[in-house]
């Protein structure tokens, strides 16, 4: 195999599984790898397809187009380093805003508990999805998440149409 070619991977064929603290990936009736981790292709657009597998050493094993045909234990597993990799708080509600010399100062409630992210350069750091949700990174790289707002309650909406 070149290093140009995709391999597309078989759900039916894999089995995504920990032994001794390690994830191991084997492909049955081929071959396994002592060390596998999980990346999403498209992690913003299409979280749940095109799950690339890497090995210890960064390289592609391969391409799982549909991880929904694993067994239950490798699908677990690939759920779990998934969300430990793509950690995203995501908001649930506003506790304040404020614009000051350039940069946006947020105060929010997250699924992970109360953040505090300060935004500069709002147009490189605020990326809107096509779903309405919004990804914003703040100055120490962190990613949040903000929902459509008018799935934010009433203060949360008031707050963010003020501050911004």
Partial sequence: MSSTELTLLEAN?????????????????????CKASPARAFPVSDPHHYIAFLDGDGKDIGLLVDPSGLDSESKSLLDEELELRYFVPRVTRIVSVKEEFGSVYWTAETTRGRMELVVRNLKDNVFDLPDGRTMVTDVDGNRVEFPPADELDAESRGILLRGT
Avoid: K, P, V
């Avoid at 064929?13 to 396994?32: K, M, N, P, V």
């Fill in 13 to 33: 064929q894999l089995r995504y599984f920990r032994h001794a603290g390690i994830s191991r990936l084997t492909r049955i009736e081929d071959r396994s790898w």
